[in-house]
């Protein structure tokens, strides 16, 4: 059996490349965290999905893993724009409520679909407002050689950077079109590194500092919370694919000039590629193309909507598995009906060769415990898919191929399956964990029971119509009985 070696995409370069980590058996990971001013959106769900992917790949290549997801509750205002609203901010004063208390509660909500997602834990949950007093000294560290002050603010000046947009590759004269034009700017992209409370307003969150009392901007906090948890550099810094034209290009401009000063640093200023972070991943978009499941529709398509429509939250972190995670991902219904379907019978099969799985399997030790001639094969196959850029679609049909050999020996074939449910972050259970009743549903399970029993006599006793009866009424209310199948039943999803 062979290990292949780790390639990852890196989106500065635009290149795959062997991971060669800056501490030798370390990985450390910074990913871009929500700003808690609602609930998530599954397509934000998608990028945890990938990081958390990642990070299981990274312990399974044998890593000592390190992974950081912030949590912006200041600093994130409503568009990419200089001045304006914070999101914060502008939730709390929505719904009368303290800035501290819509934090607290869209935080709690986040990991809750962090939990209902099997996505690990990270090694530490960093808070914006944590970090206050390290982002004002942070920022007069770099300001005397990137930074000037206007009214509104600090700026940081990108000019006095090498290569400013290298990551976004999208830089024109005009600059990052969703930037809006301040007064007194020196060039058109560059962004706020502090946000001055306006004359004659207060904010609930604002601290004093050498640029007068407001707030961080919202690049400024993840160099901070990367840099002080992590070190510069460290290995790798993920996201969504929106923070690829202009949240990271002004992380990585901050990055660069708080490294290249004083001399500290073998990173230097003038190359881009010192950027904090070796190799930058971004997921793509989920696409939704109906339209009808926008904020803004009133059908907002976050994780508890798919579980009231009685999809597990599981069903969709299939979905993401089933597409590449730089691949647009297209939701649909029936797109997530068929991946509940496909997990469904992958843990029927799984559940025939194992009864438990160990979390955080690491290849090395797979290896060791694999050894029969049909089983070690799947094994370099599954670890060649991962380790090609997280090839998950691959690795699903792999893990399918396994699940369905026969007499094979059983030990072996039951410590493939577990450790590659595990790097996929599918754990076992029995079918009917998954199994959902939607909202509204107008009979419980101890009923369906109730009536089955009573369709089992009927059955015995050749009452056929009784039978049918029963069963219709059972489908009237949205449960379809599966005649056959150990399941027994489930519900019927329109």
């Known amino acids: 059996m062979t290990s292949t070696a780790l390639t990852l995409f890196n989106s500065l370069t635009r290149k795959a490349e062997v991971f060669a980590p800056v501490h030798e058996g370390e990985a450390r990971v910074y990913s871009c965290g929500p700003t808690v001013y609602n609930y998530p959106h599954i397509g934000n769900m998608r990028a945890y999905v990938f990081a958390d992917m990642l990070g299981r790949l990274l312990t399974w290549k044998g890593y000592r893993l390190t992974h950081v997801i912030n949590i912006t509750d200041v600093g994130h205002l409503t568009d990419d724009a200089d001045q304006g609203e914070d999101k914060m901010e502008k939730m709390a004063a929505a719904r009368s409520q303290s800035i501290w208390d819509i934090a607290e509660h869209y935080t709690q ?41 206007l ?68 690049h400024l906090e993840c160099s901070v919370m990367s840099g ?3 070190g510069f550099p460290f290995d790798i810094h993920t996201g969504g694919i929106d923070h690829r ?61 798919l579980v009231d429509k009685g999809y597990h939250p599981l069903a969709y972190r299939m979905l993401c598995l089933q597409a590449h995670y730089r691949s647009e991902l297209e939701f649909s219904w029936d797109g997530l009906g068929a991946a509940l379907v496909r997990l469904k019978r992958l843990l029927a099969a799984a559940r025939n060769v194992i009864d438990a799985v160990e979390d955080g399997a690491a290849l090395a030790d797979v290896q060791a415990a694999v050894t029969h001639p049909r089983l070690a094969p799947l094994l370099d196959k599954f670890d060649a898919a991962l380790s090609d850029d997280l090839n998950t679609p691959v690795a699903l049909t792999v893990l399918e191929e396994a699940v369905a050999l026969k007499k094979v020996d059983a030990a072996q074939m039951g410590a493939l399956v577990a450790a590659m449910m595990s790097a996929l972050g599918l754990p076992l259970a ?27 006599a009927a059955r015995a006793d050749r009452d056929f119509a009784l039978s049918d009866a029963l069963r219709d009424e059972l489908a009237a209310k949205g449960v379809d009985v599966m005649d056959g199948d150990p399941l027994g039943w489930e519900w019927q999803l329109a």
């Not at 007064?183 to 306006?198: L, Q, V």
């Not at 990173?267 to 978009?285: E, K, Q, T, V, Y």
Request: glycine share 8%; aromatic share 8%; with cysteine.
């Open 109 to 149: 909500a986040y990991w809750q679909d962090v939990a209902a997602l099997n996505i690990r834990q990270p090694a530490r949950w960093t808070i914006a407002t944590d970090y206050i007093d390290s982002m004002i000294a942070f920022a007069e560290r770099i300001a005397p050689q990137h930074c000037y002050e």
């Open 151 to 218: 009214d509104s603010g600090l700026y940081f000046d990108v000019s006095t950077v090498a290569d400013y947009g290298r990551l976004a590759r999208a830089v024109t004269d005009e600059g990052e079109g969703r930037i809006e034009a301040v007064e007194g700017k020196r060039n058109a992209a560059d962004f706020a590194i502090w946000r001055k409370t306006p004359a004659g307003e207060t904010r609930q969150m604002e601290w004093d500092s050498p640029w007068g009392r407001g707030a961080p901007g919202w």
């Open 228 to 230: 002080e948890v992590l």
């Open 245 to 305: 034209e202009i949240h990271h290009p002004n992380e990585i401009a901050q990055n660069q000039a708080f490294c290249g000063c004083g001399g500290e640093s073998a990173m230097s200023l003038a190359d881009p590629a010192n950027s904090g972070a070796r190799i930058w991943m971004h997921n793509n978009f989920l696409v939704e193309r109906s339209g009808k499941m926008s904020k803004s529709s009133g059908e907002f398509l976050r994780l508890q909507l």
């Open 430 to 456: 029995d079918r009917e964990a998954l199994r959902v009743a939607p909202k509204g549903a107008s009979i419980t399970e101890d009923e369906i029971e109730d009536i089955l029993a009573r369709r089992k």
